[in-house]
């Protein structure tokens, strides 16, 4: 109540302020007139006519000049100023006073609610009907499409969201009806051996494995279906061709790739590392070389990819493969010291310092 007081002080305040004027009484409209000097004039001239203090003849041409001057300046006087009504003005002031409050309490009371009492913000942004729970929505979509099983868009939509709940038997279904009714494409396959490999508990099993196949046949660029199969050669235990899958998916990835840091740990882990600083073609040529031989063309190329890093240093990839050869030959040393070399190549470019950086940490040299 103190605040709406006050609101109430500050607008009759304004009111005041605005319409005292109009309420107080005018000075005379003669006072500080010309008409009111020429006047003076007249009266002037002839008191001085009176004391002989002025010819006649004189007396009567100022009479004459300052006549014409009189009516003239009454001519050009608002004609409205002598009709200017002092108690029409205090009325309308009374009006506006009166009247503002009355019509704003009017237009106030039926909209407003001046008895409801406030509300925690929580309770204010609880809109009803507007925060559904996703639970909610799958529920009426799954209904939608109990009732339109052929909605090939739906059950395109709903798979990753069951995906996502943990409702992996769900997802498989639903996954199996976007493939019936959407068509096949390496996207669909590769989704769907991602959530039988996920109903395993994370197993690539025969029946995913076969799906990531299908997935690849129909493009053997598909990152999910590439990833994936390298995860089975991986727990199949052949690590080579796991790391084998893994480096041609890194070579193709965008330096932007999202799931580059995954793969990157993936290859980490399963020894991918070996000779990194190489080309496939270079690691073939060489199997057939002596131990000795094979190791001293490693450390020229891995030396050489050093020096051209000195040289320009902006390829991130080329730095962590330089890191990665360093840690295979156990010169734990010189890779830190290549990863402070390439922070500080590429410390004047935000994205390709992010890059770097996660890539560091997936060979354990973060921070």
Known sequence: MTLWFVFALMTVAAIFAVLWPLGRKGRAQDQGSEVAVYKDQLAEI?????????PAPDAEAARIEISRRLLAAAASEPAMAATSSVTWRRAAAVLALAGLP???????????????????????????????SL?????QVQQHLETNPTDGRGWNVLAPVLQRLGRFDDAVRAYRNSLTYNGESAERRADLGEAIAAAAGGVVTAEAKTEFERAHALDADDPKANYFLGLAAEQDGRKDDAAKIWRGLLAKAPADAPWRALVQTSLARVGGGTMPALSDETIA???????????????????????????????????????????????????MGASADARQAVASDGERLRQ??????TLGLGG
């Not at 002839?46 to 002025?54: K, M, N, P, T, V």
């Not at 040529?285 to 030396?303: I, L, T, W």
């Open 102 to 132: 009355l019509v704003a309490i009017g237009v106030y009371m039926p909209l407003g609610s001046p008895k409801l009492q406030d509300f925690p913000l929580a309770q204010r942004e609880r809109v009803p009907g507007k925060a559904q």
């Open 46 to 54: 002839e008191r001085d006519l009176a004391a002989g203090s002025i």
């Open 285 to 335: 040529a060489s199997k057939d070389m002596a131990e000795g031989d094979r190791n001293a063309m490693v450390r020229g190329m891995v030396e050489r990819l050093a020096t051209r890093l000195k040289q320009n240093g902006d390829d991130v990839e080329s730095w962590l493969r330089l890191v990665r050869a360093y840690l295979v030959m156990g010169e734990r040393d010189k890779a």
């Open 356 to 361: 770097l950086n996660e890539g560091l940490r």
């Open 135 to 139: 639970e909610n929505l799958v529920a």
